[in-house]
């Protein structure tokens, strides 16, 4: 069984950055594939970026390209993912995830395991 954290989430101002991080148990990452997704209030759950067990490919959502990065650490089982020039529509809590086998669909429905999710606040 997969088992994730998420951490770094926090209250963060318009035009700042923020680094999650999300520790993983139970498989080494270079066999899953990753991704980070978010929910705001109010709002359905969507993909943010996602990271290959490969570590060669990533994938983000085009609204964000730019201002997000997506990182992995297989020695450390840990993802992570840096947003900068924080707006408060980022204002959501962010969720890692993973799944044994890649698609090409980025739906929640598609990933099997969940973190329990961190919550960033973007003040303006």
């Known amino acids: 069984q997969v088992q994730l954290v998420e951490s770094g989430g926090g209250l963060v101002q318009a035009g700042g950055s923020l680094n999650v991080s999300c520790v993983g148990s139970g498989r080494t990452f270079n066999l899953l594939n990753m991704a980070w997704f978010r929910q705001a209030p109010g709002k359905e759950r969507e993909f943010v970026a996602a990271?290959?067990?490969?570590?060669?490919?990533?994938d983000y959502l085009n609204s964000m390209k730019g201002r997000v990065s997506i990182s992995g650490d297989n020695t450390k089982n840990t993802l992570y993912l840096q947003i900068d020039s924080l707006k408060p529509e980022d204002t959501a809590v962010y969720y890692c995830?993973?799944?044994?086998?890649?698609?090409?669909?980025?739906?929640?429905?598609?990933?099997?395991?969940w973190g329990q999710g961190t919550q960033v606040t973007v003040a303006s």
């Open positions: 990271f290959s067990k490969s570590g060669l490919s990533t």
């Open positions: 995830a993973a799944r044994e086998h890649r698609t090409y669909s980025y739906s929640p429905d598609g990933f099997e395991y």
